[in-house]
């Protein structure tokens, strides 16, 4: 699958840039409207052409780069399950998912990929989306399909359900397969960050790594226009405080030797997750580095793709990209 290109839009912090890329897909280009997240993908891929800018502002006719693409993929900010989805205002979610499927005009990719809620794939509120989509890759010779994963099932530790998009040419989309489970067993929070609990010479960490027996509720990277870094929402909390996790904030560095853990005794005795910790529940390789402070730093990786799921998912339209196509209509092979 040597030779396959993308454009990946609201790229965020590069999750799914970067599992494509594990796939065998070059990015050519990519886009993003939030400064430290831009930071981010220059600081670990500086031959990424990385555009700073939003994506209803883009005009596709000023980069010559994103045409001839194999695969146009999308990460796109959450779209509200309350949304209603019939009216003009419905949000700037709303309106980049659009412009995503608008953009398709433009670039004509051999495939589309859009990751965002579990909702979008069949929930009701979403059909007119879902119509508005199907009318437009149809007019543009596309075949697609919805479906979901669970980034547990492809060894990230973290129960974190993906809705998704995926379309092809018509040539092409017989070819497709979403991906299957990649791992036979889920991997465990307390496997995922034993040993990094212990660099600091906390002697609870593998008793801790026991308790954490369970993989960790759904990442949540919050709203830039409220609070600071924490794990979620109440029942989120709840299901961190089970695993003796203090699920309010982020910690600025691992326990140390003198830290006494005790969850019973409320959540000022519990460990916290700092964000490097964080950003191997969502699957990202240690060496991947996050710009920005710390808040910045945790809601660029709350809001990311994991990279395993983008991998599994660049292998899935890689192999239907290079199936060869069948013959046009009245012409019989002779090999």
């Not at 883009?58 to 949304?83: C, M, N």
């Not at 419905?90 to 589309?112: F, I, S």
């Not at 599994?312 to 209509?329: E, K, Q």
Request: proline share 8%.
């Amino acid at each position: 699958m040597s030779g396959l290109r993308c454009v990946d839009v609201c790229a965020g912090a590069g999750g799914l840039a970067l599992g494509l890329e594990q796939a065998g897909f070059e990015p050519v280009l990519l886009l993003d409207n939030k400064p430290v997240a831009c930071d981010t993908l220059r600081s670990n891929r500086p031959a990424w052409q990385v555009l700073e800018t939003d994506l209803l502002d883009f005009v596709p006719s000023r980069h010559q780069e994103i045409y001839d693409t194999d695969l146009l993929s999308a990460g796109l900010p959450r779209v509200k399950s309350d949304a209603t989805v019939a009216r003009a205002d419905t949000g700037d979610e709303l309106r980049l998912l659009e412009a995503t499927v608008y953009l398709v005009h433009a670039v004509q990719p051999r495939a589309l990929v859009i990751e965002n809620v579990p909702g979008l794939v069949g929930a009701p509120e979403f059909e007119p989306v879902r119509d508005l989509i199907r009318e437009e890759l149809h007019h543009l010779g596309y075949r697609f399909r919805w479906f979901l994963l669970n980034a547990a099932d492809f060894g990230v530790p973290q129960d974190r359900r993906h809705g998704l998009l995926v379309a092809l040419k018509e040539q092409y989309f017989e070819a497709f397969r979403p991906p299957g489970p990649t791992v036979r067993e889920h991997l465990s929070v307390g496997r995922a960050l034993g040993r990094s609990m212990a660099m600091g010479g906390w002697r609870d960490a593998d008793r801790w790594a026991a308790q954490a027996c369970g993989v960790a509720p759904t990442l949540v990277g919050g709203s830039d226009r409220r609070g600071g870094a924490d794990l979620g929402p109440t029942g989120t909390k709840r299901a961190w405080a089970r695993m003796g996790v203090d699920g309010s904030t982020v910690a600025d560095g691992v326990p140390g030797p003198e830290f006494a853990w005790a969850p019973e005794a409320g959540r000022h005795a519990m460990v916290r997750i700092t964000t490097d910790q964080a950003a191997l529940l969502q699957g990202f390789p240690p060496d991947w580095r996050f710009a920005g402070r710390k808040t910045a730093r945790y809601r660029q990786i709350g809001h990311a793709s994991p990279p395993p799921v983008a991998k599994a998912l660049g292998l899935a339209i890689g192999a239907a990209l290079a199936t060869p196509a069948p013959p046009a209509a009245g012409y019989t092979s002779t090999l």
